[in-house]
């Protein structure tokens, strides 16, 4: 028995010696960890830093204040030993990108962030733009951390998480970029270090649009075309969980001009005889979605993708929302036959962007108006184009007896035409997801779970961004790279708008998030 038992022992030994390395989870959760310490001791200089970076005017348009952000940029990136690019396309505000190299092989995670925000309605806001003010809840200003002493309660935690700083981009999309390098930090103070190469990738015209982007990722694919993006901007869930967004719908718009008679006419003369543009745009416009918002043009939804059965679950777990909102926007019902809004987020939309057609009020004469404008904007689903929306409308049109021109038309078009409409399409870009179920899409739920609290997935947003451009693979024809959107600032940020702003607890839980991204990813 003895000898059993000493074998026993033994094999037991043997077996912890030869235990695996830490799981993926298991090396983010001790990040995460490690990283709350670490940035509980270490808040003021983050927020020092932050504020300094927030201070520089970042609108892309402005050539002296985007050069000083990259500038910036660079020497933050490169304290912290990252080797840094700096890519430039003319006079295009500069893509700067830091790498910090992993083993030999392992596979490349790059992290988007934009530094640059949008321009401001200075007069609006409460104090400058580029000024940031450290404000507490109940609205009243505080000392920045430079300038504030000793800890105000003499505690580890010396600044309030619910206090907020007050300055464009604190929240889009800056925060995400003092969380990356925060979290940096904390893996260096815990001697941690990536397993895979770790790229930070940091944009300065997002807000204008990105312009340049198809063309810095087609001129720079070694450096642009990795083997995963998380593209970190935007805002949280409402309800305060973390978001994970594995996809965007795609966007383009049109112009639609009916005619009427050339001049305007007396409709007690020549009303009943003389088509009206207006009536006539009413119909068209009617016969293009249904009162629930489902688009009726024949062939539209032909190349939608349904649902996954992953995406449907993952929408059926998203925390209810909708009787808030419907309170919140005073309305009394909602289209996409009671469908959840994520849900009805999935589909195709077709929106009536605004009307303009003859006048109304004191202003109504009885006269039949010499035409009719409306505008329209759609969101597009998998596997929709921009293209295939423009065939798919205008092959409708023709079928309901319209002739489709892209100008003006001349008088001859005019009279030999009786129902004539002139498209003006703009442009547009298709949509994009990742599969949820895609190993990558998995690995970053669990490891998002791992820093404390289970992430809020939804299969897309509402919105648009060009995030096919990201998903263009790297190596493989025809593969595309998973991409998915990861933010971190506060729902209630007002960005765009005037007094944006963060709230310190989300820059602290986006610290640990990226910690543990960044230790448990594995090679
Ligand atoms: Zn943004």
Known sequence: MRVLAAALALAALAGAAHAAPPSGVARATAAAKDARTWRRAHERAILEEFVRFLAIPNVAGDRAGIERNADMLRGMLERRGLAVRVLRQGDAPP???GDLAGPAGARTVAFYAHYDGQPTDTLSWRGLPWTPVLRAPSGADLPLPSEAGPPRSGGTTSIDAEDRLYARSAGDDKAAIVAMLA????MRAASAKPAFHLRLVFEGEEEAGSPHLAKYMADEP????????????????QSGRPLLAFGVRGTTSVELTVYGPVKGLHDGHYGNWVPNPVSRLAHLLASLRDEQGEPTIPGFLDEVVPPTDAERAAIAAIPAVESGLRAEFEIGGTEGGGSPLNETLLRPAINFRGLR???VGDRASNTIPTEARASIDFRLVPAQTPASVRAHVEEHLASLGW????????SATRVTHDKLVRLEWGAGYPAARTPLDAPFSVEVT????AAGREPVRTPTLGGSVPMY????????????????VLPIANHDDNQHAPNENLRLQNLWDGIETFAALFAGLEK
Do not use: E, M, Y
Not at 403 to 410: E, G, I, K, L
Not at 469 to 484: D, E, M, R, V, Y
């Open 403 to 410: 002739t489709v021109v892209s100008d003006a038309p001349d």
């Open 222 to 237: 070694a450096l642009l075309r990795p083997d995963a993006w998380l593209i970190c901007d935007g805002p949280v869930h």
């Open 357 to 359: 057609a003859g006048n």
């Open 183 to 186: 979290a940096l930090d904390a």
């Open 95 to 97: 893509i700067v990108v």
């Open 469 to 484: 451009l990201f998903q263009q693979g790297p190596s493989k024809p025809g593969a595309t790279t998973p991409a998915i």
């Open 446 to 449: 669990r490891l998002v779970a």
